[in-house]
């Protein structure tokens, strides 16, 4: 027994280090008030989801695929929700996955081929970063935001005779920073050199026209892939890939992550559809959020005018050091607020902070009363 306890010392050691480090994380229920959920337009509760669910069950559809797509776990519903997301989202053709990561990981560690290059932003979320090192192509990097920058890159690719694709990838909105990527200078250099990829998870559902993305615009382009995500604004769980059939027709074949794996939950696809349907019926959720923005803007704005707000339902506060950070998301969770600190690795060294999500789960009065907490805490820091 001495022995294999021994053999447990090295995770101990490490837990005890992140611990030392203000960055050991333990699993803590939901408690106060939303500001922490990807639920951005309030349907993970919503009844016309929960209302989807029942009826796919009084029809008979089962829980579990209980099998891979390739088996037996492809099921009609399935391939209904892939067809009308096809149309809602202007896409050749699309692909479900279980969830966002998975279906990143797989697009990242499929598509790109030996001999070519794949250019991530540094923040692109670490789903891009595992699925680039499990894939054949050359990895490289870009500063944040920088189509300058990610030129110089593929340039000096290019000079040392490299003649493969580029595959960029980028947030559409990035999850820790609420800021965009410049999607059509990035477009353009894909147009020139291979293909965009653009991950939407937090811009699907809030932002263009029927909550169709940030880069709505260039669905339906052959060198362009998105990801979407239902577990987020979309309310349930599991993610979407669009792009050209060729392209998933490819993963459908080589993608290890999606011909190994359980398919989703049918139910999962009933939610998916009747989803699609409250963003095309129910525009008045997406004026909702940014009505909630623009609140939450301008009230920071008025009590705190040194920090920098992003715009987006994704507020990023920035704190900088692991203990402080964490002791004000633990005095405001105390007053009622459900916030969260985020620390390395999440983010960058020095740049702890607390992530402050808009959701339609809270009111404006909800609102006023965190910028309250927050002028009253902040100087403290």
């Given amino acids: 027994m001495a022995k294999a306890a021994d053999r447990l010392a090295v995770f101990r050691d490490h837990l005890g280090d992140l611990a030392a480090q203000t960055r050991l994380r333990r699993l803590s229920p939901r408690e106060g008030i939303d500001f922490s959920s990807n639920d951005y337009l309030g349907l993970a509760g919503s009844e016309r989801l929960a209302g989807a669910a029942r009826r796919a069950l009084d029809r008979g559809v089962p829980v579990g695929a209980a099998g891979s797509r390739l088996l037996r776990g492809n099921v009609d519903l399935q391939e209904q929700f892939e067809s009308e997301a096809a149309q809602f989202f202007r896409a050749d053709a699309v692909l479900g996955f279980g969830g966002g990561y998975m279906a990143n990981f797989a697009m990242l560690a499929t598509l790109p081929q030996r001999g070519d290059l794949l250019l991530m932003d540094e923040l692109s979320h670490a789903s891009t970063h595992e699925g680039a090192r499990a894939g054949r192509a050359e990895i490289a990097t870009f500063r944040h935001g920088d189509v300058g920058h990610a030129k110089d890159v593929i340039t000096s690719w290019r000079s040392a005779g490299q003649t493969g ?10 999850s820790m920073d609420g800021d965009r990527a410049p999607l059509d200078a990035l477009a353009a250099l894909a147009d020139e050199h291979g293909f965009l990829i653009v991950d939407e998870a937090h811009a699907t559902g809030v932002y263009g026209p029927d909550g169709r993305g940030l880069a709505h615009h260039l669905e339906g382009r052959s060198n362009v892939l998105t990801l979407h995500t239902l577990g987020k604004a979309l309310g349930g769980s599991g993610a979407l890939i ?10 459908i074949n080589r993608s290890r992550p999606f011909i190994f794996a359980t398919a989703p939950s049918p139910l999962m696809a009933a939610v998916g559809c009747e989803a699609l349907a409250i963003l095309r019926d129910e525009p008045e959720r997406r004026d909702a959020l940014h009505s909630h923005i623009a609140l939450f803007g301008a009230e ?7 920090l920098a707000i992003s715009g987006s339902q994704i507020a990023p506060l ?22 969260r600190g985020i620390r390395p690795p999440t983010v960058p060294e020095g740049t702890s902070r607390l992530r402050v999500a808009l959701t339609l789960n809270v009111t404006e009065e909800d609102i006023r009363r965190l910028a309250e907490a927050l002028e009253e805490l902040w100087p403290d820091m």
């Fill in 318 to 339: 920035i704190v900088g050091g692991d203990a402080p950070t964490m002791a004000l998301a633990g005095r405001l969770q105390e007053m009622g607020f459900d916030i």
């Fill in 165 to 174: 694709a580029v595959w960029i990838a980028v947030e559409s909105l990035y």
């Fill in 300 to 306: 920071m704005g008025r009590r705190l005018p040194q």
């Fill in 242 to 251: 669009c792009g050209a059939r060729a392209l998933i027709d490819f993963m």
